[in-house]
């Protein structure tokens, strides 16, 4: 796996995905990002949920100058909600180089848009019949777009876009730089490619399916605020053998690990800005059960191959499925069963759908365990302990003061006692831990996609033979004699699509 430090990201940026809490690119990011930075034009094959809109953000605002108040970035998306999930993950990217996003959809007032346009952002995320419209109205001057992105063309073709996708990009100077991304390659789609890409390096993802065998997934629910709470909890009732908690950022595993160990646990931390000799040290304290809980991001974690881990706590769901199956696969060995518990944010439910798809597994739902659940269950532990000690019958030279401490207390007093001064109490000391950015996959697009190609089905038929012929439509032979004579009425109804 490769980190966003190797691809020679501009610091602005690195700080931004500091914040946005990534330290390793994705697949599609550690192919795409290198090939765009060089100004190439890129097919990028790859389904959602593999990191692409960072693929294209980064590039497209490594070369913007945020001092010309001008569009010089250009996305377009085949729904609302995706415009404006793009839209605010690419603010996000270029929040410390200061460059502005603007997402342009249908459904919006107009004059609204018109006045946000005005204001000069670098940046314009839009769907195509919206955009178009734009471009007629002069509002939205494409003359100086530097970059423009094609996401999800295979959607874009589906819901019928194709042709304004064609004369969108004839609009734009023919010394752009044009990024495609599609998780399918239909004949249509290639065309565009061909006629109107240079050279386009292809780069292929695809989501791998992958299975995970003996290891016993869940998930909880949380917010973001009581992750380390039900960490803790859950640490308390589980009492593993050995636990890895993978966390995105060094700063929150830090965080985490030094929470830990202020409250009672034996724990230390790795990331990338430790020394391979500390990294070793407190690899081999782990292996030798001196520390009982190790915090680690995937990058300081690779390779890593320590048998006994009991359980892996996701403190943060991972961005693509493939980190999510390497970081579990650390229990589970050698025929061991274990267990894998992801704490995960209500915005990250669509995410863990989409791990649960590619990795062919279900999670079981855990509800956030309570401070009286660990209670009881570190009280648990102790009872284990007790009752190991009398399985091993070796209690004779107890028994004379045993039965004197019966004679001056009932015997539940004297258990409780003894479960009260063995049990390990948890030290509730408050721990702060800084936020990240919740990962959050398009779901509301995906539902939007199949509403608006049922919208357009209705409103627009299958557009075969009689198609739009009313309409200039487009029949069987291309553009008929009409073409677009009615092209202001063909903008107001499509803005009923997008």
Sequence with gaps: MTTFKELSISSPIMKALEKMGFEEATPIQAETIPLAMQGKDVIGQAQTGTGKTAAFGIPMIEKIDKSAKTIQGLVVAPTRELAIQVGEEINRLGKFKGIRTLPVYGGQHMDRQIRALKDGPHIVVATPGRLLDHMRRKTIKINNVQTAVLDEADE??????????????????????????????????????????????????????????????????????????????????????????????????????????????????????????????????????????????????????????????????????????????????????????????????AHLHLIEKVTKSKMKRLMPPTNQDAQRGQQQVTVEKLMKTIEKNDLKSYHETANELLQDHDSISVIAAALKMLTKERRDIPVRISSVQPISVKKAHQRGGKDNNRRNKRNYGQRNQGGRNNQGGRNQGGRNQGGRNNRKGNFQKRRNRD
């Design 156 to 349: 874009m073709l589906n819901m019928g876009f194709i042709d304004d996708i064609r004369d969108i990009l004839k609009g734009i100077p023919e010394d752009r730089q044009t990024l495609l991304f599609s998780a399918t390659m239909p004949k249509e789609i290639r065309e565009i490619a061909n006629t109107l890409m240079k050279s386009p390096v292809e780069v292929k993802v695809k989501a791998k399916e992958m299975t995970v065998e003996n290891i016993d997934q869940y998930f909880v629910e949380v917010p973001e605020r009581l992750k380390f709470d039900t960490l803790s909890n859950h640490i308390d009732i589980n009492a593993p053998t050995l636990a890895i908690v993978f966390s995105r950022t060094k700063k929150r595993v830090d965080e985490i690990s030094e929470g830990l160990q202020a409250r009672g646990f034996r724990s230390e931390g790795i990331h990338g800005d430790l020394t391979q000799g500390k990294r070793m040290s407190v690899l081999n304290k782990f292996k030798n059960g001196r520390i009982e809980i190790l915090v680690a991001t995937d990058v300081a974690a690779r390779g890593l191959d320590i048998s006994g881990v009991s359980h892996v706590y996701n403190f943060d769901i991972p961005q693509d499925p493939e980190s999510y199956v390497h970081r579990i696969g650390r229990t589970g060995r050698a025929g061991r069963t274990g267990e894998a518990i992801s704490f995960i944010t209500p915005r990250e439910m």
